[in-house]
């Protein structure tokens, strides 16, 4: 069994890693006064890679067309060291509403410890309405390397170079 997080004061959630085996990472959870009734982020399937989240909101939320919220999740996390948790869109809300992450994938630090928000923006052409306990996003828990810069005067040579935005086609092919 992995060594409790230390900060966690109350239940834990393990965090399966997908690949490489190895112990769960625990990650503190705390459900908070208006997200005690939700579920807590939970894979949808066996390998999902995200974490479904779940909609705190009191009353329904209707995003018209062009508009944007924050909506609630009721809960707030402790993530340990070396660690990141995004917050990314779910494809079928993307797909048949038009409802995504303005700022996919939203990135929840490791010393945050405030509630679990989701910035929920309506592209689509009808109304939409977020209810309580809808699965509005999914969460996915990551390792993140830190770096050191090392200033260098001119950077190593790629086949790339410095072509980029839309510079290696749409295709599958070499041409356009």
Not at 146 to 151: H, I, K, L, P
Request: overall charge negative; aromatic content about 4%; charged content about 20%.
């Amino acid at each position: 069994m992995p060594p409790e997080h230390p900060e966690a004061k109350g239940p834990t959630a393990p965090v399966e890693p997908l690949f490489g085996g190895g112990d769960p990472v625990p990650v503190a959870i705390t459900r908070l006064a208006h997200g005690k009734d939700l579920p807590l982020p939970a894979p949808a399937t066996e390998h999902a890679a995200g974490m479904d989240l779940c909609a705190a909101v009191a009353d329904a939320v209707v995003l018209e067309p062009g508009e944007r919220t924050l909506i609630p999740t009721g809960f707030a996390i402790a993530l340990p060291p070396g660690f990141e948790a995004q917050v990314r869109p779910r494809s079928g809300l993307a797909l048949k509403h038009g409802i995504t992450l303005p700022n996919a994938p939203g990135t929840i630090d490791a010393d945050y410890r405030g509630e679990v928000g989701v910035i929920l923006a309506n592209r689509g052409t009808e109304d939409f309405t977020v209810t309580r306990g809808m699965r509005i996003a999914q969460m996915v828990v990551a390792a993140v390397s830190s770096v050191r810069w090392r200033e260098v005067d001119d950077l190593a040579p790629s086949s790339r170079g410095d072509s980029g935005f839309g510079s290696t086609g749409m295709s599958s092919e070499n041409g356009e």
